[in-house]
């Protein structure tokens, strides 16, 4: 598919597509003889988990480890034990992360209401028909 049905797909800008092939996060799985990207549905699921990360505060470097390691897993290579026990810890290092980071993502919603509702109270009540 071309990046604009990409682009719907996947919720995001075709300038943040591109982003994200520039510093190398996503490569197009081929050009089309006009030099028009395309991409497989492989390459989309990558960019829903890009998009999943990005409000999560995770930089471009962690987005790009949690993609190595997803990528070496799911490569279908037989991984020496010890590198398959270290991807899976990278996993958990990164499930760890998210929530911890989804526990503050609540903490700063829960302040961000507590002042909504300081600034309701603050305004004039008005009438009721």
């Not at 990207?37 to 699921?45: K, P």
């Amino acid at each position: 598919m071309q990046i604009g049905e990409v682009a719907v797909r996947t919720e995001l800008s075709l300038r943040t597509i591109r982003h994200y092939e520039e510093t190398g996060l996503v490569m197009p799985s081929a050009r089309s003889q006009g030099g028009f990207r395309l991409y497989t549905e492989a390459d989309v699921a990558r960019l829903v988990v890009i998009r999943r990360m990005k409000p999560l505060g995770f930089t471009l470097d962690e987005m790009r480890a949690l993609l190595d390691a997803t990528d070496r897993l799911d490569s279908g290579e037989e991984l020496p034990s010890g590198e398959r026990a270290e991807l899976l810890e990278r996993l958990r290092g990164f499930e760890r992360a998210t929530h911890q980071r989804l526990t503050d993502l609540r903490t700063q919603l829960a302040r961000a209401q507590e002042f909504a509702a300081t600034l309701a109270e603050r305004l004039p009540r008005s009438p009721t028909p």
